[in-house]
């Protein structure tokens, strides 16, 4: 598993777990079964774009593909909209739109 991967899987966790909503509970939200929500948190099945974006989409979540050059813009945006209580926390997850992310810094 890559780490734009892990990325994407935190958020959805982290936001799963915020929202005081059960792996069940998702389930029965998205249709996604249960165990393949367990699968996919634990990094043990790779998400197909569709459960991605049922996912998301009960996790009031959006996935969008965002241009490089424009990627500090919108985590500059994604950071002003965090609660005032959250943004006192250390480490926030990423979005979970940002993919590009491979470590390695590119221009163009």
């Known amino acids: 598993m890559n780490y734009a991967t892990q990325d994407i ?3 959805l966790k982290g936001t799963r777990t915020a929202k005081g909503l059960s792996q069940r509970a998702l389930s029965e939200r998205t249709g996604v079964p249960q165990s393949h929500i367990s699968k996919i948190e634990s990094g ?3 998400i197909r774009l569709s ?3 049922e996912l998301a989409r009960a996790l009031d979540l959006d996935l969008r593909l965002v241009p490089r050059k424009a990627v ?3 985590d500059s945006v994604v950071r002003s909209t965090v609660p005032t209580a959250a943004s006192a926390q250390p480490s926030l997850p990423r979005p979970a739109y940002r993919l590009d992310d ?3 810094n590119d221009d163009g």
């Open 9 to 11: 899987i935190d958020t």
């Open 102 to 104: 491979d470590g390695e």
């Open 72 to 74: 500090p813009a919108v």
């Open 51 to 53: 459960s991605l974006t």
């Open 44 to 46: 043990g099945t790779d």
